[in-house]
């Protein structure tokens, strides 16, 4: 089977390192163009290229897939099968309808839950219990295609995005290779989501980032482990941006405004939620690197009753 794979960060880099290791034939891969990176702003390839490089693939890298020269690129390589797996760009109906197998992808959510670039963000954010991968066929609308395959996997409680994009990306690998070998032997069943049911998870905002200490203790926890490692959650104190990379829900009663300093000492700094507080562990003042709350501590002299937030 003559297969093109399309895909840019590191959760598409085990589904195509499973397709090369089972045999398939790629013949083209398509990824995102280099992008400056660093300090020194130095022009990177994707994790994809990277993969497709040490392993002789084409790699092709328009600026705009929808574009006529890329659209007869990938058409002639000729794929039996086109397999997408975070891409990053919306691929044309003429590159989607072109193989003899359609394209399918990867995507990582229990659809129609979470279809979008963010799913993996939003499943902990918004608390779920479970999440997992979807293969579907790709259509015009955005992951809204019949569903091929799907596999669930538990939301641990200390699950950040980190840990739980490393676990899904794995999922999805296997479940794309379980998922082609049916399409190959023609016992793939499709199933037509429910549209109605369908939530969506778009790409972050920056005002996403920020915490809204008038939730519940749970909710800004499931907000921070959610953007953690990247982009990361934040606040403001003493008018100054300060990130907070992980902290822990605890019970504490209290009558003060959500964002309140409630204890601190030289181990310990807890700010009332809604419902209860948020004891800090990890945090990055402005211009400074990420740190334990013991060493913030040390030299930030917080006080009882100070405010986090707006």
């Known amino acids: 089977m003559r297969i093109v794979f399309m895909g840019t960060p590191d959760f598409a880099v085990p589904s195509l390192q499973s397709l090369i290791y089972e045999g ?7 990824t995102q163009p280099d992008r400056p990176k660093g300090r020194k702003q130095e022009l990177t390839p994707s994790p994809v290229k990277i993969v497709a490089v040490e392993n002789g693939i ?23 099968l086109i397999v997408t797996a975070a ?20 995507h990582a959510s229990l659809l129609p839950k979470f279809r979008g670039a963010a799913p993996i963000h939003q499943s902990i ?33 200390e699950d950040n ?6 676990k899904l990306s794995i999922v999805g690998a296997k ?3 379980d998922t082609i070998k049916q399409i190959e032997a023609g016992t ?48 403001h104190f003493r008018n100054e941006v300060f990130k907070i990379w992980w902290a822990e829900p605890v019970d504490y009663q209290h009558n ?35 740190m334990n709350i013991q060493s913030f501590l040390q030299g930030a002299n917080v006080e009882v009753g100070e405010k986090l937030g707006e």
């Not at 044309?92 to 193989?99: F, G, Q």
């Not at 995005?161 to 490393?166: R, Y």
């Not at 700010?271 to 990420?290: C, F, M, N």
Request: aromatic letters at 6%; glycine letters at 6%.
């Open 188 to 235: 793939v069943t499709p199933i037509a989501q429910n549209h109605e049911e369908a939530t969506f998870a778009p790409t972050l905002k920056r005002e996403d980032e920020r915490i809204d200490w008038n939730q519940t203790s749970m909710e800004v926890y499931n907000q921070i482990r959610g953007l953690n490692p990247w982009p990361v959650a934040y606040t």
């Open 161 to 166: 995005v980190g840990s739980l994009h490393d």
């Open 125 to 157: 954010i918004q608390g779920e219990k479970e999440t997992g991968v979807t293969i579907m066929y790709m259509v015009k609308e955005l992951d809204a295609g019949d569903m091929l395959s799907s596999a669930k996997i538990p939301i641990e409680k």
């Open 256 to 290: 003060e405004l959500p964002g309140t300093v409630l204890k601190t000492d030289k181990n310990l700094c807890i700010v009332a939620t809604k419902d209860g507080g948020i004891s800090l562990i990890e945090v990055q003042p402005a211009g400074k690197r990420k």
């Open 24 to 30: 398939y034939e790629i013949v083209g891969i398509v």
């Open 58 to 80: 084409e790699v092709y890298q328009p600026n705009k897939i929808r574009a006529e020269e890329a659209i007869e690129k990938v058409i002639s390589w000729n794929p039996d």
């Open 175 to 177: 479940l794309l290779i």
């Open 87 to 106: 891409y990053g760009q919306i691929i044309p109906d003429a590159i989607l309808k072109s193989p003899k197998y359609k394209a399918i992808n990867v």
